[in-house]
Nanobody, 122 residues
């Protein structure tokens, strides 16, 4: 079982910034598609940013222009730079990895991180 390791969450004031990190063991075997999801209390996880092995990137409309996903293969790490944070970005953020796109699209990547809490206050 592969366990991704999320980190970087915390508390920040609105319009502030945070950078989340996701350490990925066995990088080359599982990281064809990397993603960040978030989960609000009582809601299902929703995808916010996606990157594939050749660097193609997608964002949800709610974060486009404010969040940036990137990957450093040498460090086996995926990042989510979050700028201009809003109170409504408050959620638990999870890194995910999959070998194929369809599990990611369905919100069920093969592997998850443990989650990192982001709290934005006004």
């Amino acid at each position: 079982q592969v366990q991704l390791v999320d980190s970087g969450g915390g508390s920040v004031l609105a319009v502030g910034a945070l950078r989340l990190s996701c350490q990925v063991p066995r990088w080359s075997h599982i990281t064809h598609y990397m993603c960040w999801f978030r989960q609000f209390p009582g809601k299902e996880r929703e995808g916010v940013a996606f990157i594939d092995s050749i660097g193609s990137i997608r964002y949800s409309d709610s974060v486009k222009g404010r969040f940036t996903i990137s990957q450093d293969k040498a460090k086996s790490t995926v990042y989510l730079q979050m700028n201009s944070l809003k109170v409504e970005d408050t959620a638990m953020y999870y890194c995910g990895a999959a070998q194929f796109w369809s599990p990611v699209l369905s919100g069920q990547p093969d592997y998850w991180g443990q989650g990192t809490q982001v709290t934005v206050s006004s």
